[in-house]
């Protein structure tokens, strides 16, 4: 009930800010045609806006006979989480990287890229999908789906109102094409902030909920140490071409960005993974990620990847390093 009450609220503040946007660059008539849009924008996001990010995202759907591993591994943790298995896709990209979306639990989807598969180690890659599903299950991915899909709409407003002069011979337009103008900076801005505020606490809460999820907070501290360190090594190029994406990633995926500035979508990677530390150290699991007494496991014909639960392999093999899964 709270996360549908908190995604209407959103909806109402970024069609005010559409509005707002609409008035500064055509007065009343451009506020009127900002809410039809903005109408639009919420109807469209709310059915279609998972679809047009993983478009936009470069992300393809993969079927079950091409990697069977992923498929099982997302399957035995969507299991834990108490959530039908989300729809499966691949980024076609180095950086390695993941997000959900979707609009609630029955019809959502991840989507990891190949760089994750390669790069990551087994219980890596899984730590990261029970982050998501972690998402997928507290329905953040609406509301973070809701505001990529809006950011991107109040840019391109504020862009076409000034490639259009609006605002200029508009009376009711208090500040004429400065209002326009000041929209093309503010209006971006703006969407920013509201990312930052839907993004940065929700990171936190996932981290820990996925590594309960998993069992092994330490296996995602790991992975987000990684990821953080190749994503200003390595460009998405999708994400680069679409930065009101960004907050819906794992990591920030945009080459240029800082991790840790006032300005940023996701909380610094470093306090994400001390806190994860000390939530390893309540959970009362070694370095490893195993407690110190022997416990019950489910019966499964995967490897022993340690954390409570058994995947097959995907991505890297712990002992070697070296395994390749079918993506390669």
């Given at each position: 009930?709270f ?12 069609t ?18 900002a809410?039809?849009f ?6 469209l996001g709310?059915?279609?806006a ?6 936009m995202?470069?992300?393809?759907p ?13 399957d035995?943790?969507s299991?834990k ?13 180095d950086?390695?990287?993941?997000f ?13 890229s ?5 790069q ?29 899909t809006?950011?991107g ?9 000034l490639?259009f ?11 004429g094409?400065?209002?326009?103008l000041l929209m093309?900076f ?10 930052m ?21 330490l ?6 140490d ?40 996701h909380?610094d990677?470093a306090n994400?993974?001390e ?11 070694d ?6 007494q022997?416990?019950p496991?489910p ?12 995947v ?17």
């Amino acid at each position: 009930m709270f996360n549908a009450f908190r995604t209407y609220v959103l909806l109402a503040a970024l069609t005010a800010l559409f509005m707002t946007v609409g008035y500064f660059i055509g007065g009343t008539s451009g506020m009127v045609i900002a809410f039809g849009f903005a109408a639009v924008t919420n109807l469209l996001g709310y059915w279609n806006a998972d679809k047009l990010v993983l478009r936009m995202q470069n992300a393809v759907p993969v079927e079950r006979s091409r990697v069977p591993e992923l498929y099982d591994m997302v399957d035995i943790l969507s299991r834990k989480a108490g959530i039908p298995t989300p729809a499966v896709y691949v980024i076609q990209t180095d950086q390695p990287n993941a997000f959900a979306t979707g609009r609630n639990p029955e019809n959502a989807a991840v989507a990891v890229s190949t760089g994750l598969l390669r790069q990551l180690q087994t219980h890596e890659v899984a730590a990261v999908i029970a982050h998501e599903l972690a998402h997928i299950r507290s329905r953040d991915t609406l509301t973070m789906t809701i505001t990529a899909t809006f950011a991107g709409a109040i840019s391109a407003l504020a862009q076409f109102g000034l490639f259009f002069g609006g605002g200029n011979n508009n009376r009711d337009n208090p500040l004429g094409g400065i209002g326009a103008l000041l929209m093309v900076f503010l209006a971006p801005l703006a969407a920013m902030l509201v990312q930052m505020a839907v993004s940065r606490t929700r990171e936190y809460e996932a981290d820990r909920d996925g590594a309960e999820i998993s069992g092994d907070p330490l296996s995602l501290a790991s992975a987000l140490d990684k990821i953080a360190g190749q994503a200003a090594r390595q460009v998405n190029v999708a994400a680069e071409r679409n930065p009101a994406m960004a907050h819906m990633y794992i990591v920030n995926p945009l080459s240029g960005a800082r991790m840790d500035n006032l300005f940023s979508t996701h909380p610094d990677t470093a306090n994400r993974i001390e806190a994860l530390r000390r939530l390893a150290a309540e959970m009362r699991l070694d370095d490893k990620g195993r407690k110190p007494q022997p416990r019950p496991r489910p019966v499964s014909t995967g490897r022993d990847i340690g954390g409570g639960w058994r995947v097959p392999t995907v991505g890297r093999t712990d002992e070697d390093g070296g395994q390749r899964g079918p993506w390669g």
